[in-house]
């Protein structure tokens, strides 16, 4: 069955420091793998793709790793701000199916002045 | 930039109601997509529609259908609303293809069923 797992659950960080978040996956066969964004009341925002054949990522201060032999993806997010409280969720694409997606259930990133 | 837009932010409805969620994106693309999202399970799949009048069953269909007449707009009707529909309920469009598109998102209508 393909799952999706996220770590932590929830996370409280002082502004300034960075994280990392998890990603876990038994996706196969795997396409590619997107973070998101969703701040509070709002819908997911796409921030990054890794597709096979990438290691890292960055969009500014977020950067994206993906290992697809241990099947694990990480975001970490540098110099932390206040606008980076959100949920962050991972999804991964498997590559058939017209819907071939899964996704994680989020990390709650709460970031304190 | 891609608009995806949800007519109603918050409905609150009764059981037993027929209940519409409208759904409408400004940018041509050919997918679209209802979920439902609850703490601690992520967003589920509904139903997607890969093009006008065409329409797939995702995970938990069971007490959903949907209308797409018009490629901008993907309508999702809850046939006898129960109080475990309860939820947020978000609509997403992507361009056509297998391809690396992202899916963009409205702002989700929370929906309470009372």
């Known amino acids: 069955k393909n799952q999706v797992e996220q770590s932590p659950q929830s996370l409280i960080i002082l502004e300034g420091k960075n994280c990392t978040l998890q990603?876990?996956?038994?996706?196969?066969?795997?396409?590619?793998l997107r973070w998101y964004k969703q701040d509070t009341g709002r819908g997911p925002v796409s921030l990054t793709i890794?597709?096979?054949?990438?290691n890292t990522k960055s969009n500014g201060r977020y950067t994206a790793t993906l290992d697809a032999d241990t099947k694990q993806s990480s975001l970490h997010i540098t110099a932390s701000q206040l606008s980076d409280s959100a949920s962050y969720i991972c999804?991964?694409?498997?590559?058939?199916?017209?819907?071939?997606?899964?996704f994680g259930s989020g990390t709650r990133l709460q970031v304190q002045p | 930039d891609v608009k995806v837009t949800q007519s109603s932010r918050y409905l609150v409805k009764r059981t037993g109601e027929k209940v519409f969620l409208e759904c409408v994106q400004d940018?041509?693309?050919?997918?679209m997509f209802w979920y439902r999202q609850d703490p601690g399970l992520g967003l589920r799949l509904i139903y997607f529609?890969?093009?006008?009048?065409?329409?797939e069953k995702g995970d938990i269909p069971e007490g959903y259908s949907v209308s797409r007449e018009k490629k901008e707009r993907f309508s999702l009707i809850l046939e006898s609303a129960s109080t475990n529909q309860t939820s947020m309920y978000l609509c997403?469009?992507?361009?056509?293809?297998?391809?690396?598109?992202?899916?963009?998102f409205g702002d989700g209508t929370r929906l309470s069923i009372l």
């Open positions: 997403a469009s992507r361009e056509g293809g297998r391809g690396n598109q992202p899916q963009h």
């Open positions: 990603c876990n996956y038994t996706v196969s066969p795997f396409s590619n």
């Open positions: 890794m597709t096979f054949s990438e």
């Open positions: 999804v991964v694409s498997w590559s058939t199916g017209r819907r071939a997606l899964t």
């Open positions: 940018m041509d693309h050919e997918n």
């Open positions: 529609s890969y093009d006008v009048k065409m329409k």
